[in-house]
């Protein structure tokens, strides 16, 4: 065992994986004591993914397969270039994220580009967000390329539910469908969880609420995070589109109802600013994506996982 990384998969001593948390929070937008003064950078790395979410406009515009999507995208080889520049305009910016537009496990790229910016900038914080399906099995990958925390949206603990927002899940060359694919779906996720969790890393997780779906599963999504390793969760109010066009978002009442029912197991963050996929700046302060990507990729809209 005396391979670093997997050192490192040892699980950590509570108090240790506190101390890392606290670490951290100082530093990180989006894990509480730090909103408002630092920053966060998301690189369009990630261009595929492998479910399908039915709130998710990436398979309706026919953004995977277009001619051009290369150019809308950064390829991991200019990952150091955005961040220099991101660095350049914003110097508070703490914290470098991969939020989309795809999943950042369904190909390669997302863990390239981190690895070149964790060679260049030891000191930034590496981010990432994720469905969760493949996590487990690339925890040592997310270790080597310098990632200290992880996003996991998970939609719903039951697979009634998240059969109604995932339509397809796609794992080793295999297509599930339905509950079949929800139930692979939650059972990866939460394993997912547990490793990195064990493996030293910080993970959030966040919720799209989508009413009269998933609105009464909160609590038990929380409790089942929490279980598995999670320290903060954060409810992010569905964006009406693709098979949800006509769900209305939830309003304050129904936002609130969320935080209460996740608060019993898991702090929230009640200050997202639901990024997106190429943000930059301070959240719900400054934004410079325009300036960073020239306005190409601000031109069109894109789902984040945040
Ligand atoms: Fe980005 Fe997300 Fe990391 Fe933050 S955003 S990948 S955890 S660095 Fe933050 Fe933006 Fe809300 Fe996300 S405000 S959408 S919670
Ligand atoms: Fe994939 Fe994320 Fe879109 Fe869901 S929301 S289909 S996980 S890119």
Not at 57 to 83: K, M, Q, T
Request: proline share 6%.
């Amino acid at each position: 065992m005396d391979h670093p990384v997997l050192e490192r998969t040892f699980r950590p001593k509570e108090d240790e994986a506190e101390r890392v948390f606290d670490h951290l929070r100082k530093k990180h937008p989006c894990l509480g004591e730090a909103h408002g003064t630092t920053g966060r950078v998301h690189l369009p790395v990630a261009p595929g993914c492998n479910i399908q979410c039915g709130f998710c406009r990436r398979a309706f515009n026919g953004e995977d397969i277009r001619p051009g999507l290369a150019s809308r995208l950064v390829a991991p080889n200019e990952a150091v270039d955005f961040v220099t520049r991101a660095l350049e305009l914003c110097p508070a910016i703490a914290v470098v994220g991969v939020a989309g537009p795809g999943d950042t496990l369904a190909t390669g790229h997302a863990l390239e580009a981190f690895g070149r910016i964790h060679e260049r900038f030891p000191d930034l914080i590496l981010c990432m967000s994720t469905n969760g399906l493949v996590l487990g099995r690339a925890i040592l990958r997310i270790l080597d390329a310098g990632v200290s925390t992880l996003t996991v949206t998970v939609n719903g603990s039951k697979p009634d539910i998240v059969s109604r927002i995932v339509s397809w899940v796609a794992d080793d060359g295999r297509i599930f469908r339905g509950k079949e694919g929800a139930t692979l779906l939650i059972r990866r996720q939460l394993e997912g969880i547990a490793r990195a969790a064990e493996a030293g890393l910080t993970v959030k997780v966040n919720m799209v609420l989508i009413p009269g779906v998933n609105d009464e599963d909160v609590g038990a999504v929380a409790a089942a995070v929490s279980g598995a390793g999670a320290r903060l969760f954060n409810v992010i109010p569905l964006i009406p589109q693709g098979i949800f066009r006509d769900t209305i978002s939830p309003d304050c009442e129904a936002l609130r109802q969320a935080r209460d029912d996740a608060e019993r197991s898991l702090p929230v963050f009640r200050h997202c600013s639901h990024c997106r996929a190429d943000a930059c700046g301070i959240p719900g302060l400054s934004d410079f994506s325009k300036e960073l990507y020239g306005g190409v990729l601000s031109a069109s809209q894109t789902f984040s996982h945040g």
